[in-house]
């Protein structure tokens, strides 16, 4: 009884890495995307693929460490965050490579 009033109180505690990990990808896409605009309108060059690689290690790296805290919030154990890991991981790793393709548009200033 307790342990099943326990597993109630943190199931939704449980949500907190996922939503970390989510918030985190979705601002690196955001500026990803924003910052691909803007170089265009600088008429800057630089290779997006590079500029994802720059940030690809810190945000899979921040995945792994939540899906850790994950499951061992869900399940006591580390190890139980593995598979949380190697889901918010896989996310994380589909949204930085769909990012690439995303644009967001920026008015450029009028020219005279």
């Known amino acids: 009884e307790m342990e099943r009033q326990k597993q109630a109180t943190l199931k939704p505690l449980m949500l907190i890495p996922y939503l970390t990990a989510i918030i ?4 690196v896409v955001i500026l990803i ?3 691909k605009s803007l170089l265009r309108i600088a008429r800057i060059y630089i290779s997006i693929p ?4 720059l940030f690809l290690p810190p945000v ?3 995945a792994v460490i939540s899906g850790l805290v994950a499951g061992k919030v869900s399940s006591g154990t ?11 991981s896989v ?12 644009t967001i548009q920026i008015l450029a200033p009028p020219t005279a």
Not at 24 to 27: A, K, P
Not at 50 to 53: K, M, Q, R, S, T
Not at 79 to 88: C, E, S, T, W
């Open 50 to 53: 590079e500029f994802v690689h």
């Open 24 to 27: 985190l990808v979705m601002v």
């Open 78 to 88: 580390i190890a139980a965050g593995f598979k949380h890991a190697v889901i918010m």
């Open 60 to 62: 899979v790296l921040i």
């Open 91 to 102: 996310i994380t790793l589909i949204a930085i490579w769909l990012s690439g393709t995303i």
């Open 33 to 35: 995307s924003f910052m």
